[in-house]
């Protein structure tokens, strides 16, 4: 598909941490943004600073029900679903129904409006992965009947969704899979490492790592994951492309970082490990490099550092 000039989109989950995000870079390309979203895991406030934006709306859906949006639309941006460990445990039917019936009524929406469909897909296809690093050919090791099988069967149930409408329905669409993705906005008690990490070292309380620390994650700055989504609703690779950081690190060196760069002098507690907890997890971005020429720009510390600084700001210590 060709490159296609972005005039006007629609942003599910846009008033959540990665979306919010996503909206303001859309805006700050002169992108009319049109943001829908339920608030089950993201909030108004993520979003207040565009209330007064002529260029941007605000529409309460929830997109497991039939929606639809006034006017032109060039791109759907799907991300509506909750996305933490700790969140699809506590929604685990409304996880299944946006990956599902949300993932449909965005196609639906695309197709209506001529648009092009991105899915924003997730490294949890690759569940337990059995090859390191994770190239997008790799299918994957996932367990559908695991507690964290309500996201992850969710997310492929939706590629398969997006590839169909592509490949039977000659639907404009594009998957990309995001790796780790922590920054400002994240929620203190969402449960993931960073903001779970970052609220313990400025509260000078335990960081809780979880086992002995050995798995690993490889993390991406929030900016250059926009960057990456940008660049796939603009190029229209049907993809999937991976989208994340291939810095690696464990999850016990994580725990250093923050401890270090937000001056706690806190112990660290063992506390037990979920259920499926992926061992290893490091994204091959060779294809993002030649089909977007995307990489990520922002190293660890110099993310951490806004991060641990918008946290402080915002939510003290
Ligand atoms: P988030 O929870 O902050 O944002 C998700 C947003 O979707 C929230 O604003 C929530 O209210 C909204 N939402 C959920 N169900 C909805 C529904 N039925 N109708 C309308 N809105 C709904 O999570 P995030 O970290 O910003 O993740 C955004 C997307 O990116 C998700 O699809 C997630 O799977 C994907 N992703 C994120 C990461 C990451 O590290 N942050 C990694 C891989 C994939
Ligand atoms: N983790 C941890 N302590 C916490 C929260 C998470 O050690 O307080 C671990 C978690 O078990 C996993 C890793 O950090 O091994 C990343 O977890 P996160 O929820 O951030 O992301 P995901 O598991 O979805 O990759």
Redesign the pocket.
């Known amino acids: 598909m060709p490159e296609r000039e972005i005039h006007r989109a629609v942003v599910t989950g846009g008033a959540g941490f990665v979306g919010s995000h996503l909206c303001d870079r859309l805006r700050d390309t002169g992108v009319r943004v049109v943001c829908v979203d339920n608030f089950l895991t993201g909030s108004v406030d993520n979003v207040a600073h565009l209330a007064d934006d002529p260029g941007f709306e605000l529409l309460e859906r929830d997109v497991t029900e039939p929606f639809d949006v006034a006017g032109p639309v060039d791109v759907v941006f799907h991300l509506a679903s909750p996305a ?3 969140d699809y445990a506590r929604h685990p039917l409304a996880t299944l129904k946006a990956g599902a019936h949300g993932t449909l009524h965005g196609l639906e929406l695309a197709g209506r409006k001529d648009a092009r469909f991105l899915l924003a897909s997730t ?2 296809v690759y569940g337990d992965p059995l090859e390191h690093p994770q190239v997008e050919s790799y299918w994957g090791n996932v367990n559908p009947i695991g507690p964290r099988s309500q996201y992850d069967e969710a997310k492929r149930f939706a590629e398969a969704l997006t590839a169909t409408h592509r490949a039977h329905l000659g639907f404009d669409t594009t998957i990309v899979r995001l790796f ?1 993705t922590y920054g400002p906005r994240m929620r203190p008690l969402d ?4 903001p ?2 970052v609220s313990q070292a400025l509260a000078g309380r335990p ?5 002995d ?1 050995q ?1 690993t ?1 490889s993390l991406c700055y929030v900016d250059d994951t926009v960057a990456g989504i940008m660049a796939a609703a603009r190029a229209g690779h049907p993809g999937p492309i991976n989208i994340g950081n291939p810095a690696e690190l464990t ?1 016990l060196e ?2 250093g970082r923050v401890r270090e760069l937000c001056g706690s002098t806190a112990p660290t507690v063992f ?1 037990p ?2 259920g499926d ?2 061992d290893l ?1 490091r994204p091959d971005i060779t294809l993002a490099g030649s089909a977007l020429g995307w990489a990520p720009v922002v190293d660890l510390d110099k993310g951490l550092t806004a991060t641990i600084d918008w946290f402080a700001a915002t939510h003290g210590r």
Do not use: K, Y
């Not at 449960?191 to 960073?194: D, K, P, Y």
């Not at 960081?207 to 086992?211: C, D, K, L, R, S």
């Open positions: 933490s460990p700790h490294s949890e780790n449960g993931r490492a960073v779970t990490f960081i809780t790592v979880a086992g620390g798995q994650r999850i994580l725990a506390v490990r979920p907890d992926p997890r």
